[in-house]
């Protein structure tokens, strides 16, 4: 399978494991496109191998969890640098995802949770020790994630 190279069912498939992979089966993908359980599979394996499904995340509230503080980390890293240094904040404890940014000042955003702030103090610390220069931080109230629309046809979507 090729970069860019998903079809109809490819598409699809992405679609309904986005909306809650942990509690959609293969055999629930099949039913709703009409088709054989052990394709589904069969095309999973391959979106997996190829590298486009990199994994399965869950999608966790922080505050229940006992974690009431979540921020985003907005930090510039030298474009040299930015790919390590983004692999590196990954490593410090509290830290639950990094984004690279292509270009500009702020090119490192760096999502964090903690208990309470002497935990985000120490995060902080951590990512100007590796070098990475904090532009911002926002305490985030909730983040929400939902599937991509686009992955289905308009005839096929929720909402046409």
């Known amino acids: 399978m090729k970069d860019g190279e998903l079809d ?3 598409r699809q498939i992405l679609y309904y494991l986005q909306q809650d992979a942990r509690a959609t089966s293969s055999s ?13 599979r069969t095309r999973l394996k391959k979106l997996e191998t190829s590298g486009i499904v990199r994994g399965y995340n869950v999608d966790i509230d922080y505050d ?18 930015r790919d390590e240094l983004a692999k590196q ?10 984004r690279e940014i292509m270009t500009g000042h702020r090119n490192v ?3 964090a949770i903690g208990e309470d702030h002497d935990d985000l103090n120490r995060i902080s610390k951590d990512l100007d020790a590796l070098g990475l220069e904090i532009v911002d ?7 929400y994630v939902c599937p991509y629309h686009g992955f289905l046809d308009e ?3 929720p909402d046409g």
């Open 8 to 10: 109809t069912v490819d």
């Open 28 to 40: 629930d993908i099949a039913e709703k496109l009409d088709l054989s359980s052990s394709t589904i």
């Open 64 to 81: 229940l969890a006992g974690y009431p503080l979540y921020t985003k980390i907005i930090c510039t890293a030298p474009i040299p640098d």
């Open 89 to 98: 904040a990954r490593e410090i404890r509290g830290v639950t995802a990094v």
């Open 109 to 111: 955003y760096v999502n």
């Open 137 to 143: 931080e926002q305490l985030i109230r909730d983040e």
């Open 155 to 157: 005839a096929d979507r």
